[in-house]
């Protein structure tokens, strides 16, 4: 789950030979224009001066794109430096969700019986059309993402608010699920109360259930508003139009949301169901 | 380091105005607090954690005082506990993860680099309010009564029985660590991105392998705390027993997840001790950095060892004894790193010139101080000897000589060696040399009485002990407040230097690197242009440093 190797070079190695690009980058930003031409003076009679700076600034102020940031000296770089940082971000999650799959994985393996006694108890057609739903938003993150890359704003839109949309379904059947569950004293707490051969250790099943799941919904909660929002620039602005990374680093957001959920799936629902 | 570009020139003067620097480019509290430069963030990191050390220390001061007779008689035990937790806490999440990291870091990363900012300058102060609501959040838990599990918070102590406001202390450090992990998402992809034109991986300055490594660790280490705390926080909160066996739970689960994260913390602070070090070294030998390559990956190897050693603190904890076994082989493998580090340093000094500055001082006093601590390590990573001094005061002597002597010490050498760049002064020398010893004696003597006493059997973490360790203790006790003063001048002549100080210039040690390249202080944006990289860092000579010093004295 790191970073593909192809992000990780650096995009300012390939621009040795590229002074006069970066100097010209950078004359773009807010120096002032003295200072500029004093630097200019100076490196005359300096025996390896790379280039001389362009007189002319108004050709690198044209082509800056207005969402460029002044610590980049072009879009390339911005790119990458937004595609690496998201990728670390979901390394970050992986590693926060690995302590509780660990937690659930040493217990299961300490207590099979009550694990599997405890899964038998979830709602499992819950579940299964929650997969569904979540890994259908996918595609249509997908689907949104390659519009994205191609400019066209309207269809964007349009299949950001299917995604959210999806997303508020999933949340909505987990949230019939959540109170089916607790109408069934299935919430760990004073209430809790299970048929089970081991109820104390089918009670740590689902207190293990009810925090993946809950972190998991917060996550597809803060998608979704995200998502929402996205869908309103897209809809009223032109904040993506040659500017898709936005769209992109939320794509792979999603489809992280959506690949917890397809381990969590599996490992809580189905383990050892009709053993 | 050469560069192309010529010597940066001051930006335009005119008559009676002072250069146009980060510092004066503009006064308001609101430019402060809203800063997105990086060498702003690393001021406000530099008061803060200023601040959270004398905090620490104070708690730690409180210790030494009661410890000076056998007999409790300066405070109650519950208040004890209290005052080590505190110390513990507010020292490693609040001092020590964030100290050379978020300051010197943060301040030298974009322009070693040759960039003009890390890649996300919002993301950079939106660590410093993580890093200061979660520091709100400690200091309240203090105020309101403390927590007295000790910083490693182990359940079930901490999730059933302990008093005190544990949750607030929980939720502090889970805000700080989201700090910690944006610091170390941020430096990760600026060095991956930022770098300037020419600027390979093996021309990056050794501080900057250092912190990379660093931040790999917080970002993969830093989030399995965040978890292990929120389990134990709502084991503690709604009695659900995850970690508590009572309720069928295992409390060396959390002992496994929490070490897994502050076993390579503990690199987290000392790898950037070791970047400073290695930037001093060369610097003031005038030499070259002896087996550059190697001191970067030994860097590189310590990070990823250090994920893999976390059950060492676990030898007598239950834990299977094959599982034990593995742990001190892989613990042993990590003073190979450690020590290729120490040698390429003492090589470096071979026939170098060496000019005994503060900084230096510093840096050879790290190198002794950390020789110590890592060799001890060595001790506590066997099983049979572990088993003897284990939770006693050999431990406490071990990782301070790690800790104080290497961190603390590399932190001030830094401090002192980039302070000029930082403030555009230079501090008082004699001052700095003295209180640099000051703080070399005081830590010795605070410290190796420590080895003895644990070997002796003196336990850690109580108040009242056995009459014969008494003078060890006093000897200690008085350690400890050579130390305080050690500590306290160059805050007093730091502060008076960035005002009256005599002006530095650019590059008072004439030292190779990037940030000498540029006006002290910096301007906004590091550079008036980019530089472009055309040699490795260290591009020093020891033997024409010689003769230009027998020329000034012949």
């Known amino acids: 789950m790191l970073a593909p190797t192809a992000t990780l070079g650096s995009a300012r190695d390939s621009r040795v030979g590229d002074g006069a690009l970066a100097v010209a980058n950078l004359s773009a930003g807010a120096k002032p224009l003295g200072s500029f031409q004093r630097v200019a003076e100076t490196r005359t009679g300096v025996a390896c001066a790379p280039t001389d700076p362009p007189n002319d600034m108004s050709s690198a102020t044209t082509t800056a794109p207005s969402h460029l940031e002044h610590q980049f000296d072009d879009a390339q770089q911005q790119r990458d430096a937004a595609t690496t940082g998201m990728w670390l971000f979901l390394a970050t999650e992986v590693l926060f969700f690995g302590g509780m799959f660990l937690g659930y994985t040493a217990y299961r393996i300490y207590y099979p019986r009550a694990f599997a006694e405890a899964s038998r108890h979830t709602l499992i057609a819950f579940g299964g059309t929650n997969t569904a739903v979540l890994v259908i938003s996918s595609t249509v993150m997908a689907f949104a993402v390659r519009a994205a890359r191609e400019n066209r704003q309207r269809i964007v839109a349009t299949l950001l608010w299917i995604t959210a949309s999806l997303g508020m379904v999933f949340l909505v059947i987990k949230g019939c699920e959540y109170a089916k569950e607790i109408s069934e004293h299935l919430l760990p707490g004073r209430s809790f109360h299970i048929e089970a051969s081991d109820p104390r250790h089918a009670e740590m099943f689902f207190y293990l259930y009810w925090l993946m799941t809950g972190i998991h919904a917060l996550h597809v909660t803060i998608g979704v508003v995200l998502i929402t929002i996205f869908a309103f620039r897209a809809w009223i602005t032109d904040a993506f139009r040659n500017h898709d990374t936005p769209v992109d680093l939320l794509g792979l957001y999603w489809h992280f949301v959506d690949i917890v959920w397809v381990f969590l799936f599996p490992l809580i629902y189905l383990v050892n169901r009709h053993g | ?554």
């Open chain 2, 1 to 554: 380091m050469i560069t192309q570009a010529p010597p940066q020139p001051e930006p335009p003067l005119t008559s009676h105005q002072s250069p146009l620097t980060y510092l004066n480019v503009r006064h308001t509290i609101r430019s402060w607090l809203l800063t997105t430069d990086h060498k702003r963030i690393a001021l406000l990191y530099m008061v803060s954690i200023t601040l959270f050390f004398f905090i620490g220390g104070a708690a730690a001061t409180l210790m030494r005082l009661e410890l000076l007779t056998p007999q409790g008689d300066l405070v109650t035990s519950e208040t004890y506990n209290k005052l080590f937790t505190i110390h513990g806490v507010v020292m490693v999440w609040f001092f020590l993860i964030p100290s050379i990291p978020t300051v010197l870091g943060n301040f030298l990363l974009p322009m070693m680099l040759g960039a003009r900012d890390v890649a996300f300058p919002k993301l950079n102060l939106a660590s410093w309010y993580l890093f200061m609501a979660g520091g709100a959040f400690a200091v309240f838990s203090i105020i309101t009564g403390g927590v007295d599990t000790g910083w490693t918070f182990y359940t079930p102590y901490s999730s059933t029985y302990a008093n005190g406001h544990v949750i607030a202390m929980a939720a502090g450090i889970f805000i700080a660590g989201f700090g910690s992990i944006a610091t170390g998402l941020n430096f990760i992809v600026t060095t991956h991105k930022m770098r300037a034109p020419g600027m390979t991986w093996s021309r990056l300055p050794l501080f900057v392998w250092s912190l990379y490594t660093t931040s790999i660790i917080l970002v993969l280490a830093t989030p399995v705390l965040a978890m292990v705390l929120t389990l134990m926080a709502l084991e503690r909160a709604f009695g659900v027993g995850i970690f508590n066996p009572a309720l069928g739970g295992d409390p060396l689960l959390f002992q496994h997840l929490f070490w897994f994260y502050s076993h390579p913390a503990v690199y987290i602070m000392i790898l950037p001790g070791m970047g400073v070090v290695s930037e001093l070294i060369p610097c003031f030998a005038r030499k070259k950095i002896f087996g550059y390559h190697f001191v970067a990956y030994a860097s590189v190897a310590i990070g990823v060892l250090g994920f893999l050693v976390w059950g060492h603190h676990m030898f007598v904890s239950s834990q299977s004894i094959y599982a034990g076994m593995i742990f001190s082989v892989l613990s042993f493998m990590v003073a190979i790193p450690s020590a290729i580090k120490v040698f390429n340093w003492t090589a470096t000094l071979y026939k170098g010139s060496i000019w005994f500055a503060t900084p230096m001082l510093y840096a050879l006093g790290f190198i002794g101080l950390f020789t110590i601590g890592g060799l001890t390590g060595l001790f506590l990573a066997s099983l049979a000897v572990d088993v003897h001094v284990h939770d006693t005061y050999f431990v406490i002597a071990h990782f301070h000589y790690i800790m104080v002597g290497g961190m603390v010490m590399a932190y001030l050498g830094g401090l002192h060696f980039w302070w000029p760049k930082i403030s555009g002064r230079m501090y008082p020398e004699g001052l700095a040399k003295f209180s640099a010893f000051t703080i070399f004696a005081g830590f010795n003597l605070t410290f190796f009485p420590q080895f003895i006493l644990g070997y002796l059997g003196m336990p850690r973490r109580y108040r009242v002990y056995a009459p014969e360790f008494q003078v060890l203790n006093v000897m200690s006790s008085a350690g400890a407040s050579i130390l305080a003063v050690g500590y306290l001048l160059p805050l007093a002549y730091l502060l008076w230097s960035w005002k009256y100080g005599k002006v530095a210039g650019p590059n008072p040690w004439r030292a190779t690197g990037l940030e000498w390249t540029t006006a002290s202080p910096p301007p906004k944006d590091n550079f008036q242009t980019t530089p472009i990289v055309t040699e490795g860092p260290y591009d020093y000579d020891a033997q024409a440093a010689e003769e230009e010093w027998e020329h000034a004295h012949a």
